[in-house]
């Protein structure tokens, strides 16, 4: 298996930018796809991003499409998501996941992170 711990949530004002990570233990981070999801409050969780094995795949839900970027470094054994432009309705804890596949549904991801929590204020 793998472990998964998120990092880098924080508070940031509209416009603003954040850079998740995912830092991976256990079995190397490039045995998996990655994907990136969030769920805020009486929200269902979301797809966010998602990356193939090797990162040459990239994926992206059409609300963050342009403004957030997904990236591996496998030699680091981490997975990144770089969010820029913030929005306010980007507010929501984000999850990180790993699946066989860069799949954009949550059921085909079966290691889940425990979630860092981004906060974007007007």
């Known amino acids: 298996q793998v472990q998964l711990v998120e990092s880098g949530g924080g508070l940031v004002q509209a416009g603003g930018s954040l850079r998740l990570s995912c830092a991976a233990s256990?079995?190397?981070?490039?045995?998996?796809?990655t994907g990136w999801f969030r769920q805020a409050p009486g929200k269902e969780r979301e797809f966010v991003a998602s990356?193939?094995?090797?990162?040459?795949?990239?994926y992206y839900a059409d609300s963050v499409k342009g403004r957030f970027t997904i990236s591996r470094d496998n030699a680091k054994n981490t997975v990144y998501l770089q969010m820029n432009s913030l929005k306010p309705e980007d507010t929501a804890t984000y999850y990180c996941?790993?699946?066989?596949?860069?799949?954009?549904?949550?059921?085909?991801?079966?290691?889940w992170g425990q979630g860092t929590q981004v906060t974007v204020s007007s």
């Open positions: 996941a790993a699946s066989w596949v860069a799949a954009t549904g949550p059921n085909e991801y079966f290691y």
């Open positions: 256990g079995r190397t981070l490039n045995s998996y796809a």
């Open positions: 990356i193939n094995r090797s990162g040459g795949n990239t």
